[in-house]
T-cell receptor, first 112, second 116 residues
Framework: NAGVTQTPKFRVLKTGQSMTLLCAQD?????MYWYRQDPGMGLRLIHY???????AKGEVPDGYNVSRLKKQNFLLGLESAAPSQTSVYFC???????????FGPGTRLTVL | AQKVTQAQTEISVVEKEDVTLDCVYE???????LFWYKQPPSGELVFLIR??????QNEISGRYSWNFQKSTSSFNFTITASQVVDSAVYFC?????????????FGPGTSLSVIP
């Protein structure tokens, strides 16, 4: 039982490049989330999903897209990376809305 | 709208001192959940506690205790006899009922440094 895993752990992009961050969970959780963490701002919700095939916007969705084609995977895409997207990205999942979230180890992304 | 405020940006204490981390939340719902997470220097997020809005009992877990007061919309976290290993950033979070129930909103965090 690996819990929540994120790929990659680190990435450096140039402005305008695209990439996809992968989040995978093996706990059969319905709910999955993508957050970004910036100094002094806590974790801000980018997008989330309440089940396979569904996605919804969080607080800061601009510049990101997501997909949940399989229940266990939640992909976060950056179509045209900008320096403002330099951050640490955390994925989380939980079984129901009343349960605790379990977090992945994070992905540190730098956009030059 | 939901909001979580952690007014203390950074706190430093000497080992063995007690320290309280404040969390104030805003919500229009009567049903909601509150959480505390710890983020040590290694970066992972560690779940500490979950409390629903109908349970105002204080909770103690070893050196950790939580004081939930609906009258002041606060969910404060106290570490007794702090240790160096308690040095971390601590986040308070809120999940409210209704259309926002599936989202969890985090406060900005309090960075705690415990000095030996």
């Amino acid at each position: 039982n690996a819990g929540v895993t994120q790929t990659p752990k680190f990435r450096v992009l140039k402005t305008g490049q695209s990439m996809t961050l992968l989040c995978a969970q093996d706990m059969n959780h319905e709910y999955m989330y993508w957050y970004r963490q910036d100094p002094g701002m806590g974790l801000r919700l980018i997008h989330y999903s309440v089940g396979e095939g569904t996605t919804a916007k969080g607080e800061v969705p601009d510049g990101y897209n997501v997909s949940r084609l399989k229940k266990q995977n939640f992909l976060l895409g950056l179509e045209s990376a900008a320096p403002s997207q330099t951050s640490v990205y955390f994925c989380a999942s939980r079984r129901t809305v009343t349960d605790t979230q379990y977090f992945g180890p994070g992905t540190r992304l730098t956009v030059l | 709208a939901q909001k979580v405020t952690q007014a203390q940006t950074e706190i430093s204490v000497v080992e063995k001192e007690d320290v309280t981390l404040d969390c104030v939340y805003e919500t229009r719902d009567t049903t909601y959940y509150l959480f505390w997470y710890k983020q040590p220097p290694s970066g992972e997020l560690v779940f500490l506690i979950r409390r629903n809005s109908f349970d105002e009992q204080n909770e103690i877990s070893g050196r950790y205790s939580w004081n939930f007061q609906k009258s002041t919309s606060s969910f404060n976290f106290t570490i007794t006899a702090s240790q160096v290993v308690d040095s971390a950033v601590y986040f308070c979070a809120l999940s409210e009922a209704g259309t926002s129930y599936d989202k969890v909103i985090f406060g900005p965090g309090t960075s705690l440094s415990v000095i030996p």
